[in-house]
């Protein structure tokens, strides 16, 4: 990618995609630790969900969406999916020449923190199969028993904002209670979707329980990439009053900006981001390109 110059390519924007609405939990993470940062996020709600999808499907999504964003440009990207980054980030970085940060079950810090030696992983069925998370069970599982719990259809209650409805607490029942008779004392919230029900998960599984997400960790380690390439921009001097624009142009305050775009039916997906986002917020529909 050529930018014009390094103040262009430090304000411009971060690329965030997730299979659907679920990254907006990451992005919150995101805002909340780098608030100066312009922010582009893509739900490919059309498409959601990936986790009972084929891998090849999921990597040409991945490609499409990345793509997309690289064009933007944005000067980095966050795959704020585990199925997607499980699967697809290697070929992601080995096709765009910016930082990739993507996410993975937090089963290493789970396992430092159990104290019954139990670990409970909610996930989907594709994230739990992948040889990444094969490779953390044989990593941090030598001492600690790690239970693999896959979720089908807790996703579609999500991306529908039925976040406390009976069937979605009824569902969640039959994920979390096996967990929690197992003598799990820490689960891990393996799917970005999932931090949208924590509190009904904890509800199930008692206060005695850790539920960990993975929104926070996956900010600093984007922080983390972004100074270490000078790339941040909340290390950059403060820019006078009069001088303040946005990626788009406009003139703004000192905080990022943020564009929603989604592959999903437009007034369902604006309503449903909206929502989880907790403000209303303007979704634009994407090109014919990436749909
Ligand atoms: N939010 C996603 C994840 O973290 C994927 C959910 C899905 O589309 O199945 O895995």
């Known amino acids: 990618m050529q930018w014009p110059d390094c103040d262009a390519k ?95 079950p937090a089963i290493k810090p789970a396992s430092s923190v159990t104290r019954s030696g139990v670990v409970g992983v909610l996930a989907t069925s594709r994230t739990l199969q992948s040889v990444g998370v094969q490779k953390l069970c044989d990593l941090y599982g030598q001492n600690v028993e790690i239970l693999l719990q896959p979720c089908p259809g807790l996703v579609e209650c999500i991306e529908n904002s039925s976040l406390t409805s009976k069937d979605t607490r009824e569902l969640l029942e039959g994920f979390v209670q096996p967990l929690v008779d197992a003598k799990a004392d820490t689960i891990v919230l393996g799917c970005t979707h999932y931090p949208f029900v924590r509190e009904v998960i904890q509800d199930i599984a008692g206060s005695d329980v850790t539920v960990i997400e993975p929104g926070a960790a996956v900010a600093r380690q984007l922080s983390r990439r972004l100074n270490e390439l000078q790339l941040n921009r909340e290390s950059q001097p403060p820019v006078p009053k009069d001088k303040q624009v946005n990626h788009v142009g406009s003139v703004c305050d000192q905080q990022g900006a943020i564009r929603f775009y989604s592959t999903g039916e437009p007034k369902m997906a604006s309503d449903v981001m909206s929502s989880l986002w907790g403000e209303a917020v303007r979704v634009e529909a994407l090109t014919s390109a990436v749909t």
Request: proline share 5%; aromatic share 8%; with cysteine.
């Open 10 to 104: 430090v304000s411009s924007s971060i690329g965030v995609f997730d299979s659907g609405v679920g990254g907006l939990t990451v992005l919150r993470a995101i805002k909340d630790q780098l608030p100066l940062e312009n922010l582009v996020y893509v739900a490919d709600s059309g498409h959601a969900p990936y986790g009972e999808r084929t891998p090849d499907f999921i990597i040409d999504r991945c490609r499409v969406i990345g793509s997309f964003l690289y064009a933007q440009p944005v000067k980095a990207l966050v795959m704020a999916c585990n199925t997607a980054s499980v699967l697809a980030i290697e070929k992601l970085r080995a096709e765009f020449d910016i930082p990739i940060v993507g996410i993975e």
